[in-house]
């Protein structure tokens, strides 16, 4: 028998013996060494029949610095896309894929440095991109609106302040990347024997650096690059969405390991929002500075019945007060300590103060029933208080309703996959998010409302003129109770928008003083513990949204890997289910076997129960 020509494992033949044993041993080689060498003898023999590649010193330190800024991949496409087809001088002055490849190979131990440089560069011209484009499209929008001229083209190219938070945003990824790298593997360097001399010489250090929260903490500090961003309402913002969302996670964190256990059946996210309405309606009302563009627009346009807008029959030669103008007399009103309503068709000499004689249009044809100069302004048409808020609820319940479906209904193209496999349970998800959040919405829009009229029939005039408008935004905020188990991400969005109006308020009134950088500041501790408790339980980090970005800056990819272990879970259940069910089914019948998988089933629908209730 002739010896095999092209393998590096020799067999171990006895010729004397070949004729009587024709099949011959082999001697197996089950060291790590011995495979590794001869995968490298295999390498080195077939690289050695390969051409050799060579690269000019210019093309390879082009090659060099090209890897810090687009991948193989992504240089393959270019060049087969766009290189190729330019003109012969660019084409041939342009490095090869194999040359790029060859390069990279060789130079590249470990791509991790690149990768961060790479993903910085990325995330940087995405950010860039989508900032000028958003303030170039709602630019154009609103020159339309208000008839003037568009913005230039050249600001959805470039914007300075745009730029910077792009820079920041990059700066960031690179720097928590590169600073949970190092050390994380200082950490797992120090717990090699080898480092004893040093664990022994520098005990403090080594208990620092060995802390399981040290990657995480270290990695924080990249936080600070938050600060090349320009010192705007977007800045204070992120720091404040940051921190809303490390409070959550630790939440979470907490309850996973049983502190909640014994809580009550009202206890829940929901509460959040009765503080937070109360907030809002004050500022709303008081310091219309403080207060969200956003939020007052909505408040204002979802409002009709309490805020009343020129009516169609009304002569436009005539002053009709504006919104703003609506809500900023009742702040006067209350100065006054709420005083009683005359009617000026019954008492034409009857007057109303200079400071409020822009709702004279509102007032004066007021019904003469009407008790307060605060009813008079809000319900001037209808005298009775509770008509006014079931009409409230009948125009605009199918105004909010219609709105929240479209934005479910939009919320879900993402996730078409899961619509068409199974389109009657998504159609009933949207159907009841938006009942439950619509009766949600509405119930604490109309009676921010009717509870100041409430309020005005229970107290005296003079008693709480200011505190009563955040006790009214408060009582209007238990309408949250409805849509307890599904509106938690409405309810820490509140809460966010809360926390930076009353800042806005304290900081108004010089009741506290602000610190240069604290949302810098701020934003570190808050990614500080973001990072701590995704480290320690990825699954207390709600949203896969979350966790990818949170795998992403450690330079693990946009990956999910809590639902992935989920999936290789279920697959594994899935396969003990089927064996088990077909040993017992071949022993004791069919009927135990449907029992047990019903018991399961319905175990795993409870979980799932008591997460969304969470």
């Not at 190092?182 to 022994?200: D, H």
Request: charged fraction near 20%; hydrophobic fraction near 40%.
């Amino acid at each position: 028998m002739s010896s095999p020509s092209r393998t590096t494992l020799k067999p171990i033949i006895d010729p004397a013996a070949d004729q009587e044993r024709p099949k011959p041993t082999l001697q197996r080689r089950s060291s790590a060494s011995s495979i590794s060498s001869t995968r490298s003898r295999r390498s080195s023999s077939s690289s050695s029949r390969r051409p050799k590649i060579v690269v000019s010193h210019n093309r390879r330190l082009l090659i060099l610095v090209l890897r810090y800024l687009i991948s193989q991949k992504e240089y393959a496409l270019l060049r087969k896309k766009v290189l190729i087809k330019a003109p012969a001088s660019i084409a041939s002055n342009t490095p090869t894929r194999a040359e790029f490849d060859a390069v990279v190979k060789v130079a590249t131990w470990d791509d991790f440095l690149p990768a961060s440089s790479r993903a910085g560069l990325r995330m940087f011209l995405l950010c860039n991109f989508f900032l000028n484009g958003y303030e170039y499209a709602a630019g154009r929008l609103r020159s339309r609106k208000e008839k003037s001229a568009p913005p230039p083209l050249r600001s959805a190219l470039f914007n300075y302040a745009n730029f910077l938070s792009s820079v920041s945003l990059s700066t960031l990824i690179v720097a928590h990347r590169l600073l949970y790298r190092f050390f994380y593997q200082l950490r797992s360097n120090l717990q090699l024997p080898e480092a004893q001399t040093f664990r022994t010489k520098y005990p403090k250090a080594s208990q620092l650096f060995l802390s399981p929260n040290s990657p995480s903490i270290a990695a924080s500090l990249a936080g600070f690059a938050l600060a090349i961003h320009p010192a705007t309402e977007r800045r204070v913002t992120i720091a404040v969405y940051t921190l809303v969302k490390a409070a959550e996670f630790i939440y979470n964190r907490y309850e996973d390991e049983g502190w909640f256990q014994n809580r009550p059946w009202w206890f829940g996210s929901w509460l959040l929002f009765p503080l937070t309405s109360g907030q809002l309606l004050y500022s709303f009302i008081f310091d219309r500075d403080c207060f969200p563009s956003e939020y007052s627009n909505f408040l204002t346009n979802y409002s009709a019945e309490y805020i009343h807008s020129r009516p169609i029959d009304y002569p436009p030669s005539l002053p009709w007060p504006s919104p703003t103008e609506i809500t900023d007399s009742l702040p006067k009103i209350a100065s006054f300590r709420f005083p009683p309503f005359t009617s000026p068709i019954l008492f034409p000499t009857s007057s109303l103060p200079l400071a409020l004689a822009s709702i004279s249009p509102i007032i004066s044809p007021a019904h003469p029933e009407i008790k307060s100069l605060q009813c008079a302004l809000l319900h001037p048409s209808e005298p009775s208080c509770l008509k006014t808020y079931i009409h409230y609820w009948a125009s605009e319940l199918p105004r909010i309703a219609k709105f929240l479906a479209a934005i479910y209904a939009v919320s879900w193209l993402p996730r078409y996959k899961k619509f068409l496999a199974d389109p009657i349970s998504a159609a009933k998800h949207i159907a009841q998010s938006t009942t439950f959040t619509s009766l949600f919405i509405t119930g604490s829009l109309g009676s921010s409302w009717a509870t100041l009229c409430l309020l005005h029939s229970f107290l005296p005039r003079s008693s709480l003129p200011k505190s009563r408008f955040f006790l009214a935004g408060m009582i209007a905020g238990l309408w949250a109770a409805v849509d307890k188990h599904n509106g938690r991400v409405n309810f820490l969005y509140a809460a966010r928008v809360g926390l930076l109006s009353c800042w806005k308020v304290l900081k108004k009134h010089r009741v506290v003083r602000g610190v240069r950088g604290g949302d810098v500041l701020l934003f570190v501790v808050a990614l500080g513990c973001v990072n701590t408790v995704y480290d320690r339980d990825p699954e207390a980090v709600s949203g896969g949204a979350a966790r990818r970005v949170l795998a992403s800056l450690r330079g693990r990819g946009l990956r999910d890997y809590v639902a992935e272990k989920r999936e290789r879970e279920k697959v594994k259940e899935a396969e003990e289910e089927s064996v088990s069910g077909s040993g017992e089914g071949s022993g004791s019948g069919s009927g135990s076997g449907s029992g047990s998988g019903s018991g399961s089933g319905s175990g795993e629908e409870r979980g799932e129960g008591e997460k969304k209730a969470v």
